[in-house]
């Protein structure tokens, strides 16, 4: 079992920073792959981006290169979102999830394929 808690949202302006945290309790964390994906209102949940439990490998959603960067610290059983030149359509849910098994490749933007999830958090972006 894997507990997930977001935290790191707020408001921000467009063109300004945040950065996601995702706190992961349970025995075998390190052993999963993590995502990050979000829900604007009204649309559905998409993915961002994973990271394999090494993080010898990430995988982002193509819109998000360059602007997003994923990250792990297994010692401290976190995972990270840093978001850069932040713009009004990011803003959304942010949710983090866990998953067994699975690579950092395009089977890890699919969100059937994770066994856990966080609750999100909001990230609202001002024009």
């Known amino acids: 079992q894997v507990q997930l808690v977001e935290s790191g949202g707020g408001l921000v302006q467009t063109g300004g920073s945040l950065r996601l945290a995702c706190a992961a309790s349970g025995r075998s964390y390190s052993t999963y792959t993590m995502g990050w994906f979000r829900q604007a209102p009204g649309k559905e949940r998409e993915f961002v981006a994973a990271?394999?439990?090494?993080?010898?490998?990430?995988y982002y959603a193509d819109s998000k290169k360059g602007r997003f960067t994923i990250s792990r610290d297994n010692a401290k059983n976190t995972v990270y979102l840093q978001m850069n030149s932040l713009k009004p359509e990011d803003t959304a849910v942010y949710y983090c999830?866990?998953?067994?098994?699975?690579?950092?490749?395009?089977?890890?933007?699919?969100?059937?394929?994770?066994?856990?999830w966080g609750q999100g958090t909001q990230v609202t972006v001002s024009s």
């Open positions: 999830a866990a998953a067994r098994a699975l690579g950092a490749s395009y089977s890890s933007s699919i969100a059937n394929n994770y066994n856990y």
């Open positions: 990271i394999s439990w090494s993080s010898a490998y990430t």
